[in-house]
């Protein structure tokens, strides 16, 4: 199918302002927060408003083979959305604003162009609670949470997207519309298709509305924000912690690099000596914060912490979590670049992987740094470097983590996905039989691949 | 492949005294809690122990068409494992026992044999709670809880089992070992083929070992049974309990009918005007529970609560669950059999449900009751006779209220599962793109069909 036919039919589905074609029009699209720039512009893009016009779109491109790669706000960290073919359709889902909260069952019904944290905003209006904040979640939307699972600081007490996805509107790639899941709380009937779109990066179908659990939301939260002088006494407090009694709503991990970076830029007056920083957040009804707090000061001080902060103001708190915010630019001091990541361990393996952050920098004669979520097992190994020598030593030391972070039972991707950045690293956590059914379910849904093609599979290697 | 040649094939791979194949023998097997037998007997029983040897079985059944039925103890609700086929081969997975807890990253790993109580005792003797309890927690096993996505009292603050797996090994019907997921409590690469496996009622493949997530005990419960004398009422205050702040652990829903013949048998001294009856428990902190328990007891008064029991003793407890236990067998009484089922709808809906059921009793001219598992909008709706016509108008009228819950957004299943019991009304829940996805999922992973065959699918209807 040509680009003029492409447009024109386009613009039959979706009205002519809602198609771009001009190449100087593109760039604006051609954006992921990741490598900042697509390889290939897409031949056009389009902003349908209606599971109709999207059914229609997908019907003229599975017709006629157009790959179609389906944007948010181009907030992935993996690559997620890189479009790689010649002749790619980019279908933004920012006209799909739907936001409604129903206070009776404790759902929202949302279009997927949402912005997170506008959803967050509308909950609280009710006394309600949408708990999923990743990083991004002032400007990524909803619909790119659903595509990635995303994650983020709370998810250690109260887990990723897929955890409050209750229902989804889907276009399937031939056209087809479906409705899985709904407002029920309880619903077994069938295979779960619901999780089996969540998370799926696209690869499957357009998700056009989304239906998310909400909960009540909690009656108040503390921070606080631990020091340790010891690496390995800091990650061991962190899988006490989680075996305490006590779930931290949030619990994040810095290690010395991050610290002083941090303070190089914020001057927050960390002792020169800490080698490790947790900055914890427990929540819940107000009677149980001071014991919630005092637990947690318990385990760390058994463990040797040499300075615990307990934030008594909103001065105070801002100050933990700024600390937290800054630290991915504060590292940009450090070193011209960097391999970084999203593995995760179990949290009893804490210990072991930050020592093998640690290890792999001297041996490969490059700077680390750690931080990530800690209460969950989901790190960010950062791996840094000044020039090509050290970014080649830096790539080496970034696989060697990955493959050592599978050894001992972790994941290769705990919150990013693994968009066009990681397929290459899928076998090293799933075998032929499991790669084969990923694979086949992609084969059923999408028979002519025309969904975000190169996405989750390594085409050189598995197909 | 004849009787002869697999028994001794059978015999090879588990040894002999694990397997049987004598008919008097097999009777042991044939079992099952809804149906109460099996429409055919298996032609042999075998109890493998190891992922090798369930392999080496599902090998040689594929490669001769042997229909296969997974069993833990056949306490399954909706003819989930009934064999349909002569010929079929019965898998018991009993001895599979594995139990281990793993403190330090809040796991357990379990074989599918082991029965849930077990798992839920070792856990707290770490401290440590795993939720589900589907009333048969006593004596089910985690494999058919896996297998159904099994619920219970207390999913409607901890979710139902699927939020507990972390991993499975399974084996595919092909023989392949496959293990999905792991100890990681995030996880985000590739499809979701854990929550795929979750649920599908043996259809797909043998689960032969779990990882479940665990969670910390919480410090304290309280029970209360709250009475009113109006219907609408009681409904009402379920959902408005639900948005106000107290997520109860447990809240059961009895009406009038239930609560006689439980009154009948248990002479708990109910006033003899009450119209329904909720069993709530609140559970946290300790700190918390008086506070959990005013505001729900707030709640039930403004809706005209008559009596509101809050239990002070174990022996006041113990007499709050007693009512629900014996529901059903008190139930019994009333009349000689009853189509039930376990549907449920979005929690603001409950109100219209319950009056649903007496209206098409009255339509109906036959006796209904009305109980479940309110707080997360799953019902268990009675619809009774005594006589064969009688019989005929519940069945009519128990399919009408299917309609019906589906039409308001519920699901015709929200925790026994579809089973063989209910395949006919998947086609209520889910249009043909949708059901031609599930079904295509069950042709890529079972090619031969011989897994679990007329289990989910109507094959009249849909193949």
Request: proline share 5%.
């Amino acid at each position: 199918m040509n680009k003029e036919a492409l447009v024109k039919s386009l613009q039959e589905i979706a009205g002519k302002e809602h198609v771009v074609f001009a190449e100087e029009d593109l760039v604006c699209y051609a954006f992921n927060a990741r490598s900042r720039r697509m390889s290939t512009p897409p031949v056009a893009a389009v902003s349908p408003a209606t599971a109709r016009e999207v059914s229609q779109i997908l019907a003229l491109a599975n017709e006629h083979g157009v790959p179609v790669m389906v944007q948010g706000r181009g907030s992935c960290l993996a690559d997620n959305l890189t479009i790689e073919r010649p002749g790619s359709l980019l279908l933004s889902m920012n006209r799909f604003l739907k936001l409604e909260i129903d206070p009776d069952t404790l759902t929202a019904v949302v279009g997927p162009g949402v912005i997170t944290h506008d959803i967050k905003k509308a909950a609280e209006r009710h006394g309600l609670f949408y708990p999923p904040d990743p990083a991004s979640f002032t400007y990524c939307t909803i619909g790119g949470n659903v595509a990635t699972d995303a994650g983020g600081l709370q998810c250690v007490k109260y887990g990723t997207t897929k955890q409050y996805v209750a229902g989804l509107e889907i276009v399937l790639p031939d056209g087809r519309i479906i409705r899985t899941g709904g407002k029920c709380i309880k619903d077994v009937a069938g295979y779960n298709l619901t999780q089996l779109f969540v998370g799926s990066e696209g690869t499957l179908g357009v998700v056009t509305e989304i239906i998310l659990k909400l909960i009540p939301l909690p009656e108040g939260k503390k921070a606080m924000l631990v020091l340790f002088d010891n690496l390995e006494n800091a990650a061991r407090a962190i899988s006490r912690i989680m075996i305490s009694g006590v779930t931290p709503s949030v619990m994040e991990y810095m290690d010395e690099v991050i610290i002083d970076a941090v303070e190089d830029v914020a001057h927050l007056g960390f002792p020169s000596h800490a080698q490790a920083m947790l900055l914890i957040e427990v929540d819940g009804a107000l009677s149980t914060l001071a014991s919630q707090v005092e637990i947690v000061s318990d385990v760390c001080n058994r463990l040797g912490a040499i300075e615990i902060r307990v934030a008594n103001s909103s001065k105070e708190t801002e100050n933990v979590w700024m600390a937290r915010r800054i630290c991915m630019q504060a590292l940009t001091r450090k070193a011209k670049g960097r391999f970084s990541g999203d593995p995760a361990a179990p949290i009893d393996k804490l210990a072991d992987c930050v020592l093998k952050v640690k290890d792999l920098g001297l041996k490969h004669s490059i700077i680390t740094a750690c931080y990530g979520h800690a209460g969950d097992g989901n790190m960010h190994p950062c791996f840094l470097f000044n020039n090509d020598a050290e970014k080649e030593r830096a790539r080496q030391a970034s696989g060697e983590f990955y493959e050592f972070v599978v050894s001992i039972g972790g994941t290769v991707s705990a919150e990013h996905g693994i968009g066009h950045e990681k397929p290459h690293y899928m076998h090293l956590q799933f075998g032929d039989a499991q790669m084969d059914i990923m694979k086949g379910i992609k084969r059923l849904i999408d028979p002519m691949g025309i969904m975000n093609p190169g996405c989750l599979f390594d085409e050189a290697r598995h197909e």
